[in-house]
T-cell receptor
Framework: DGGITQSPKYLFRKEGQNVTLSCEQNLNHDAMYWYRQDPGQGLRLIYY???????QKGDIAEGYSVSREKKESFPLTVTSAQKNPTAFYLC?????????????FGAGSRLTVL | DQQVKQNSPSLSVQEGRISILNCDYTNSMFDYFLWYKKYPAEGPTFLISISSIKDKNEDGRFTVFLNKSAKHLSLHIVPSQPGDSAVYFC???????????FGTGTRLKVLA
């Protein structure tokens, strides 16, 4: 079955630690995205990538970093510079071409900073 | 600046009746709109879409209406079922960008 796999589902982090969230897709999609969900704020775009070895900042990229070395993978690192990292993180992908494509989401990863 | 707004944070509807979820946008460049359904601790699942060349799109119990002059779209669910209870997000994008802007969501509760 094609889809998006995010891991881990739950992650706890101490303040000052970097953590990396994994996102893998087998849909052969070119574009991949990271969103963050907070209560009452909907989904906010962190980073997106249209093609391998290229990515763009979204609306709330500060304190995050990404890489896109393979088409299937788009890991997100939450660095210690992110002041309020506790949130639900969602990875998504779509076929190439902007504007008229449906996003397919993974099941999400919940990060809690202790 | 919230470009996509869902002004009703919650909605309760009796089973079998119609549910109407609303979404407003401010950017006239948006030309493609999506509705997603989300259960707690899960990823959103795609429901239905509409492009700006249409004013209505229907898929089973779900119909989306687009009023471009008012910059308003709505999702109708008829008849509503208890399994429809979830948070619904609308999202918008425009040609030439990969960015989808999401609203803040409306929590629908269908009462049995």
């Amino acid at each position: 079955d094609g889809g998006i796999t995010q891991s881990p589902k739950y992650l706890f982090r101490k303040e000052g630690q970097n953590v990396t969230l994994s996102c893998e897709q087998n849909l052969n999609h070119d574009a991949m995205y990271w969103y963050r969900q907070d209560p009452g704020q909907g989904l906010r775009l962190i980073y997106y990538s249209q093609i391998v070895n290229d990515f763009q900042k979204g609306d709330i990229a500060e304190g995050y970093s990404v890489s896109r070395e393979k088409k299937e993978s788009f890991p997100l690192t939450v660095t210690s510079a992110q002041k309020n990292p506790t949130a639900f993180y969602l990875c998504a992908s779509s076929i190439s071409g902007p504007g008229a494509n449906v996003l397919t989401f993974g099941a999400g990863s919940r990060l809690t900073v202790l | 600046d919230q470009q996509v707004k869902q002004n009703s944070p919650s909605l309760s509807v009796q089973e079998g009746r119609i549910s109407i979820l609303n979404c407003d946008y401010t950017n006239s460049m948006f030309d493609y709109f999506l509705w997603y359904k989300k259960y707690p601790a899960e990823g959103p699942t795609f429901l239905i879409s509409i492009s700006s060349i249409k004013d209505k799109n229907e898929d089973g119990r779900f119909t989306v209406f687009l009023n471009k002059s008012a910059k308003h779209l709505s999702l109708h669910i008829v008849p509503s079922q208890p399994g429809d209870s979830a948070v619904y997000f609308c999202a918008a994008s425009h040609s030439g960008t990969y960015k989808y802007i999401f609203g803040t969501g409306t929590r629908l509760k269908v009462l049995a």
